[in-house]
């Protein structure tokens, strides 16, 4: 239970602060919920990981998908990934869920005894 | 809390959102690029983006609103001058932002700013050679001509307001995806980086000079050497404006067109400086097509005129399409995002389409200083002192350089000590140029628009001093007319070809040849005016022009513009893309004379290939290759001994010089490899040449590229050349010496035809989209019709059309 509340107010309040803010503010969410939900320390990196990684890749798919895909194959025989949009859309999903699931990880080691 | 782990995976996290908010090199910070809501998902464009929109501006004075069709193209209804260039303004920089800035840079010289100095400095190169070349100085000129006419301030303040309207709108997410790849941010647009991109038009057209390359030539070359190989008039030429009865040439110049008294001695003599510091120049295949035909010679009996402007084929594409009106004018074309007006096109009375001249306003003068301070020179016996200007040259990660050049009579001095001509060379040399000269494009273009008749348009194009311009001209009351318009300097022969002495005024200009001895022609009784950059002029024409012009698509569309009556629209768009070569023709009976049987196999195979050719550069023809190398092979095998033994980079004589001397001199003196002891015939050559285009063709063909299109592979290049932002290997045919001009990276940039009848008919189509953004589905979906040799009908829009069904979106602005 506790997993998907940090799951789910990361995600929402990311999308909702990346409106306004820089993208690491994406780190800030993260580091904030750990700090408030309290779980296992594998528990909040991998509910921020998810969180971001989910919000990401799908906000990426979603727009991918509109676009018919037509720049997400140009950025991805650009980086390069062979032109594969998908393999495109994970490694968003992958960077973002980095940088929240270290910094869930950090907010859960605050209250820890 | 637990202090260690904590640490540690803040110390990562941190580490992360460090590396990723940096760039690394070339590689944009990551993190924000990636973010959909930040980066680069953001300009993926949804394929069903809706453009609809009601815009509020305190700029705007009345009601306005820009209607788009299918294809994307504006139709803009104002009520007055100011909303309608203000809104061309803000369409240019909503779909084209990105691309107009970044040719400012280009123009100013400053593209190190933004992407670094380059591979061996490159940009930096080419960014000092444009300081020195005076462009900076030559817009400011400009900007000031501008400022004297209130209509045509009034224009560049409107567009320059509507530009700033959307950037100053934009949010950094919206930014175009440049910018986020290169990491860098729009700045205001102004009137001067308008003037700028006129300035970098001039540059274009008539800043590509081969001077150094002509002088390397004369220093190496005998006199009777070098005449046979660059001579000044072809066989084959037909002029623009041909010597005529009913229109004949000015008999004689206005000026004392004498050459220099010591000139035999001192100009056109071998002597021992080399040139190897060669500037980045323009695309010597800058030019195009355009031709009017009357209604003497069309179905309708309304006159037709025809235009396709070549230049290099980028995304995004150097033309935006768009349809601008107010109650006083109509006009509809492809205008230049940066620029206000329509550039090529018509309007409800005219139609317009310009060429270049190629007429060469840019020469070399070398400077006596007094010392390496350059602060005085000596001209006249006397001497001067120089103006100096210090150019700060700003370079991405690195310490911006600063560079002084000193201005002369003649111009900036674009060698000295510290941007040598040849490495280690202390001379001094000035270029006069004459886009260095206050010019007033804008007030042609603007006029231009407008205008109703010829009278109107020969008011209009006195404007146009650089560059020069075949400009065609038909209107619906069955006019027809080309004019040659510029400020040309008046010039004994040769004047300008090499480098000049700079002591004194004998060598200068000796005046600029009056407007009214420009070429022109008017109603000709063949029924049409045509160029397409060869000379405007024959030997009787009593200034000189210049030297190495193309002379065959001119020759193929005059002939077959000759033989065509009752003309339909289909024939025009035919010729426009006809891929006729007609060097095949002509050179056919010397290639025909090789002996067989000293030919292997494969060069037998080659030699069928190319025996059973029909002449056409058409997409499968793989004769086509087969000639374009064997040609090139015979021209190196009989050229190359002489040209290249001096390793100085020399002038390649032009395309149709080899036929026309072979088929003059049968014992072409060149033929003989001057490296060998044996004394080579044409025989020799017609044999050693098509062997060495066998190990090419062999070589093309194991590849898969022995088919014309494949072998030539035409790509849309994107401006920073990212292939993934281009289209490459487009099939399609034509190239050089072809009317369907398309060659590696350059070709038709737009095609139009207009059938000026009541109700105009017009057809065009360009090798891009109206989109800006690689994100959009309209980024270069005209490609695919471009090749295929298809036209767009384009819609002249009437306001009382109202919203019908061609109307996919309607954006009105308002004051608010």
């Known amino acids: ?113 | 809390m637990r202090v260690v782990p904590f640490l540690v995976s803040t110390v990562v996290t941190a580490g992360l959102v460090f590396g990723l908010n940096k760039r690394w090199g070339a590689i944009p910070a990551m993190g924000n690029f990636l973010s959909p809501q930040h980066g680069f998902w953001q300009n993926a464009e949804a394929t069903d983006h809706d453009f609809n929109a009601d815009l509020q501006f305190p700029g705007i004075t009345g009601k306005a609103e820009v209607y788009f069709d299918d294809r994307l193209v504006p139709h803009v209804f104002a009520e007055n001058d100011h909303d309608v260039y203000f809104i061309q303004g803000y369409l240019h920089a909503k779909f084209r932002l990105w691309q107009m800035e970044f040719q400012t840079f280009a123009a100013a010289g400053m593209v190190s700013q933004v992407i670094g100095e380059g591979d061996e400095g490159q940009y930096l190169k080419y960014d000092r050679s444009m300081r020195r070349l005076g462009m900076v100085h030559a817009a400011e000129l400009t900007l000031e001509e501008m400022n004297k006419i209130p209509a045509v301030k009034a224009q560049a303040d409107a567009y320059t307001e509507g530009a700033n309207a959307w950037i100053d709108n934009l949010k950094e997410t919206e930014l175009p995806l440049e910018y986020k790849l290169l990491g860098y941010k729009p700045q205001h647009w102004s009137n001067l980086k308008t003037a700028l991109l006129v300035k970098y038009l001039a540059y274009d057209l008539s800043g590509a000079d081969d001077d150094a390359e002509y002088t390397n030539a004369r220093n190496v070359l005998s006199a009777i050497d070098f005449e046979k190989l660059y001579p000044v008039i072809q066989d084959s030429l037909k002029p623009v404006v041909p010597n005529t009865p009913d229109n004949p040439y000015p008999k004689a110049p206005a000026f004392n067109l004498g050459k220099p008294a010591a000139a035999d001695s001192t100009y056109f003599t071998f002597r021992k400086d080399t040139i190897t510091n060669l500037l980045p120049q323009p695309d010597k295949n800058n030019g195009s097509n355009n031709w009017a035909v009357s209604g003497t010679k069309t179905a309708s009996g309304a006159p037709i005129l025809c235009n396709d402007p070549h230049l290099g084929l980028n995304l995004p594409s150097i033309w935006y399409e768009m349809q601008i009106s107010t109650p006083d004018f109509n006009a509809y074309g492809v205008s230049f995002p940066g620029a206000p007006n329509i550039i090529i096109g018509f309007n409800d009375s005219i139609a317009f389409g310009i060429t270049n001249s190629g007429r060469d306003v840019k020469d070399y003068y070398e400077i006596r200083f007094r010392d390496e301070n350059m602060n005085e020179y000596m001209f006249d016996s006397v001497w001067q002192r120089t103006e100096k200007r210090t150019e700060i040259i700003n370079i991405r990660g690195k310490k911006p350089l600063l560079d002084t050049v000193a201005y002369t009579v003649f111009g900036p001095v674009i060698y000295d000590h510290r941007f040598p001509i040849s490495q280690g060379s202390d001379k001094y040399y000035a270029v006069k140029w004459k886009a260095n000269d206050p010019s007033n494009e804008l007030a042609m273009m603007y006029e231009w628009n407008r205008a109703k008749n010829y009278t109107d348009y020969i008011e209009a194009i006195k404007y146009l001093t650089c560059p020069g311009q075949n400009l065609a001209f038909a209107s619906k009351n069955g006019d027809i007319a080309i004019w040659q318009q510029g400020d040309f300097p008046a010039k004994w022969r040769r004047q300008g070809d090499f480098f000049m002495e700079g002591l004194d005024s004998s060598y200068l200009w000796r005046g600029i040849i009056p407007q009214s001895e420009n070429p022109h022609m008017l109603n000709p009784s063949r029924g049409y005016v045509s160029s397409a950059n060869q000379l405007s002029t024959d030997s009787s024409y009593p200034y000189y022009t210049g030297n190495s012009f193309p002379v065959y698509r001119g020759y193929t569309i005059n002939r077959n513009l000759d033989s065509m009556h009752h003309i339909r629209i289909n024939d025009m768009e035919r010729l426009q893309t006809d891929n006729y070569r007609v060097l095949a023709e002509f050179s056919k009976d010397i290639l025909m004379q090789v002996d067989e049987s000293k030919l292997g196999n494969d060069e037998k195979k080659y030699l069928d290939i190319y025996k059973s050719w029909n002449f056409r550069n058409d997409i499968s023809e793989k004769g086509a290759t087969v000639f374009d190398i064997w040609w090139k092979e015979l021209e190196i095998a009989i050229w190359a001994d002489e040209i290249n033994g001096s390793n100085l980079p020399m002038p390649w004589p032009n395309e149709s010089t080899l036929v026309e001397s072979l088929h003059k001199d049968s014992a072409y003196r060149f033929i003989d490899n001057i490296k060998t002891p044996e004394k080579e015939t044409l025989q020799d050559m017609l044999v050693i040449s098509l062997k060495n285009a066998t190990e090419k063709l062999r070589k093309a063909e194991t590849e898969g590229k022995l088919e014309w299109a494949r072998y030539k592979d035409t790509k849309v290049q994107h401006l920073l050349k990212i292939p993934a932002f281009s289209r490459l290997h487009v099939p399609v045919g034509g190239g050089s010496g072809v009317i369907n001009a398309t060659k590696m990276d350059h070709g038709p940039s737009w095609r139009m035809v207009v059938h000026l009848k009541d109700d105009t008919e017009a057809y065009g189509v360009y090798p891009g989209g109206q989109s800006g953004n690689p994100g959009s589905r309209y980024y270069d979906n005209f490609i695919d019709t471009w090749a295929k040799g298809e036209y767009y009908t384009l819609w002249i829009m009437q306001q009382s059309d109202g919203i019908e069904k061609k109307v996919k979106w309607v954006m009105r602005f308002a004051k608010g």
């Not at chain 1, 107010?9 to 408030?36: N, P």
């Not at chain 1, 509910?47 to 991805?76: H, V």
């Not at chain 1, 998908?86 to 005894?113: D, E, M, Q």
Request: glycine residues 8%.
């Open chain 1, 1 to 113: 239970m506790r997993f998907l509340v940090a799951l789910l107010l990361t995600a929402l309040l990311s999308f909702i602060s990346s409106l306004y803010f820089e993208w690491w503010v994406i780190a800030i969410v993260a580091f904030i919920v750990g700090v408030m939900v309290q779980q296992k320390a594998w528990k909040a990196f991998l509910a921020g990981f998810a969180a971001i990684f989910l919000l990401w890749a799908s906000l990426a798919e979603w727009m991918d998908s509109a676009n018919e895909s037509i720049l997400s194959q140009k950025i991805a025989s650009l980086l390069p990934l062979g032109g594969n949009s998908i393999l495109l859309i994970l490694i968003t999903g992958l960077v973002g869920g980095l940088v929240a699931g270290f910094a869930a990880l950090s907010g859960s080691y605050v209250r820890k005894h």
